[in-house]
């Protein structure tokens, strides 16, 4: 039994590459015979996305959603607990969404081609400049109707817990002066923990919120938007069974995914 359990989970590991592998090349199919960008990100939610959890027994369950206009653009807030989160993501919201994502995904073959086919907006982090104009491309993508997801922590938890918010994606949203959605997951950290490659099997729940006008908000109201759409996260997560945040909500610069550093006298 030792040894087919990690048999078992590298047949389940290379079927998703050639599962991803296999929608990727239809999906590049589909667009240049429909010529419609939205093809894809369709294709994803109702046929990619579901098998991650399916191939290993886990279930995804998602809350009521609220009573929205989906065919409107939004900004989608969610925490970040596992590379699973993207298919759920996809599978759980009812509308094609972008992703906000690291530059460096950009040269994974299959999949970095797919992200830049269907508009996804990449961000170098090392460098401030970029990630401004990659930032300023996001808000041009809400602004012409494009409803755009991002993990504000900037990076996966490794324990489960909420961690500070960046500021960036909140910039995003009061330049294009659209509502913000908070999303909480839990349970993807379970099912596929940071740093490893098994897959486990384990429930995976998922809430989304009301939304959180931006509309007639400027900078000076960035700080408490962060901290209003952070609590709201962790009172999501809470319900759903998740642990909640730590006490810091607002990242600094260069500590993504972490809490400040304690002050020293």
């Known amino acids: 039994m030792k040894i087919l359990y990690p048999l078992l989970n590298v047949l389940q590991l290379l079927f998703l590459a050639a599962w991803g592998a296999f929608w990727i090349t239809l999906a590049g199919v589909m667009m240049l015979v429909t010529l419609n960008g939205s093809v894809p990100l369709m294709m994803a939610r ?24 989906w065919s409107k653009p939004y900004i989608f807030l969610m925490n970040h607990q596992s590379a699973m989160d993207i298919p759920c993501a996809f599978a759980a919201l009812p509308v094609n969404i972008r992703f906000i994502a690291k530059h460096v995904l950009k040269h994974v073959p299959f999949l970095g081609w797919y992200m830049a086919m269907t508009g996804m907006i990449f961000v170098n982090r090392s460098n401030h400049r970029e990630a401004l104009q990659s930032l300023k491309r996001a808000g041009e993508h809400i602004r012409s109707g ?11 938890s490794r324990d489960g817990l909420i961690h500070p918010f960046k500021k960036g994606t909140f910039m995003i949203a009061i330049e294009a002066q659209v509502p913000i959605i908070p999303v909480a ?11 490893g490659i098994w897959l486990r099997r384990h429930d995976i729940r998922v809430k989304v919120g009301q939304p959180i006008e931006t509309k007639g908000l400027t900078n000076e109201d960035r700080d408490a938007l962060i901290r209003r759409v952070r609590d709201t996260v962790i009172q999501l997560h809470q319900e759903i069974g998740g642990q909640g945040g730590v006490p810091e909500s607002i990242a600094e610069r260069g500590r993504e995914g972490r809490s400040p550093s304690p002050s020293v006298d």
């Open 46 to 69: 109702r046929f990619w996305a579901p098998m991650h959890w399916r191939i290993n027994g886990s279930r995804m369950f998602v809350e009521p959603l609220p009573d929205l206009d």
């Open 146 to 156: 494009k409803s755009v997801l991002a993990f504000p922590e900037g990076t996966r």
């Open 185 to 195: 997951i839990e349970g993807s950290l379970q099912t596929l923990p940071q740093g």
